[in-house]
């Protein structure tokens, strides 16, 4: 099973990366059309403001973007993705503002290695408390707030460990990571952003602003290359 992950992996790389490229651009207006239409001063206190609050926290405070908290969720989201795609962990070790590593059994792949770029581990889980439990009464609100906490943090760690000496773009290739890592981040956040306003049921809402905007755009592209003929 691995290998024929890993396999199928290596084939859509590049065609996926430059889907999220092409599409980069139509899923930037997509999401600020969903963002606008969807706004309101609930969502603003109880889910905006605490995902801005915990991005400024983590940039201004001395220690944090470098914080064992930090590694551990770059780690951890490495370690998902390698569970995910059937290889065996091994270990992981977190040095406080030095970095961490994790080994894990098998050749690997580029989704084991860029996840953490884009794959909102720490949201997701809290998601789930959501499934299990759901979110009821005056408990939504404080839900809610948990989430916009998570998901800043997942915004702030992210940002933190992109730079020019990350050994993970190296390994997956630079041309791959800025391919696919600001389309595919565009996307998630509107996930989350739809999870946000409603929950599960979000996430298809989010889906009817992305294919009118898809749409759109590849027939402005067409008729560019019908006047040029």
Known sequence: ????????????????????????????????????????????????????????LWSLVPGLSGSALTIFGHEATHMLAAILTFHKPKGMSIEQDKGGSFTYEGK?????????????????????????LGRHGQFEQWYIIGFGVIVG????????QIHSEQTDFKKAGYLFSMLF?????????????????????????????????????IKNILNHVQQLF
């Open 153 to 160: 943090f997942h915004i702030a760690a992210n940002f933190t």
């Open 108 to 132: 690997g792949n580029w989704l084991i290695t860029i996840a953490p770029y884009f794959f909102p581990t720490f949201p997701l889980l809290w998601m789930l408390i959501d499934l299990l």
């Open 1 to 56: 099973m691995q290998d024929a992950i890993n396999w199928f992996l290596k084939i859509i790389k590049y065609p996926l990366a430059t889907l999220c490229a092409f599409f980069c651009f139509p899923l930037f207006k997509a999401l600020l059309s969903f963002i606008s239409h969807t706004f309101s001063v609930d969502l603003a206190v109880y889910f905006l403001l605490p995902v801005i609050g915990t991005v400024f």
């Open 181 to 217: 890592i600001p389309g595919s981040n565009l996307l998630l956040i509107g996930y989350l952003w739809g999870f946000a306003l409603k929950g599960w049921s979000g996430l298809g809402l989010w889906h009817q602003y992305i294919s009118p905007a898809c749409q759109e755009f």
